[in-house]
């Protein structure tokens, strides 16, 4: 399914985070949304989810509950396991199911793990890997790969690539769209918002 977003205004008070904003974000492909600190990509996502108002212009409407979200803090449940966390959002995965992916994206320790024992780059790869492992026609992820170190990041672009069908990610690294246009080729596009 193709978002499309026609001549979208937001503002906040008398600031103009972005006026007469149009593209199209392609279902079935990664679509990279990059721009400096400040220029409205945050914004425009929580636009695209439904989470927050527009003053003018249009968003395809998506049903909130087909869409799977990274945002910028984790949001994980500090006191419960990595296992409890993920079957929050996939009560029907096996434990040993649970431990390949967790393989897959770098992750090797217990799954009974309690979150708040983990590092700020293990908790970001478990907030990755509970929302890849929920059914949703669309990933949404805002600055999914901050903390991590050049190998883990690697390691994740990876996993996002082999489990990702449709995607909006927002970066501010245009190192992080080359690899990705580098791997999927034509499946990827790039939009820059200033």
């Known amino acids: 399914m193709d978002i ?11 600031y103009t985070v972005f006026d007469g904003f149009s593209h199209v974000f392609y279902g079935g ?8 600190s400040g220029c409205g990509k945050t914004s425009l996502i929580r636009i695209i989810m ?28 500090e006191n419960m396991s990595i296992y409890n966390n993920i079957k929050l959002v996939n009560d029907s995965i096996s434990e ?13 320790m217990s799954i009974r793990k309690r979150v708040r024992d983990l590092s700020g780059g293990q908790k970001r790869r478990v ?11 669309i990933f949404i992820m805002d600055e999914p790969f901050k ?5 883990n990041k690697k390691i994740v672009m990876d996993y996002i690539i082999d489990k990702t069908k449709s995607a ?5 690294d245009e190192s992080e769209y080359r690899y990705f246009r ?6 990827v596009f790039l939009k820059c918002m200033d």
Do not use: W
């Open 147 to 151: 903390g991590l170190d050049e190998n």
């Open 50 to 77: 439904g989470l927050e108002g527009y003053e003018a212009g249009s968003v395809t409407p998506i049903s909130s509950s087909r869409v799977s979200y990274v945002g910028q803090a984790d949001s994980l449940l």
């Open 182 to 187: 580098k791997k999927l080729k034509d499946n």
């Open 4 to 14: 499309e977003v026609n001549n979208l205004c937001k503002r906040y008070k008398d």
């Open 127 to 137: 907030a990755i890997l509970r929302a890849s492992l929920y059914e949703s026609d």
């Open 168 to 172: 909006i990610i927002v970066s501010h």
């Open 96 to 108: 040993n199911d649970l431990k390949s992916e967790m393989q897959k994206i770098g992750l090797d």
């Open 29 to 36: 492909k990664i679509n990279f949304l990059m721009g400096p």
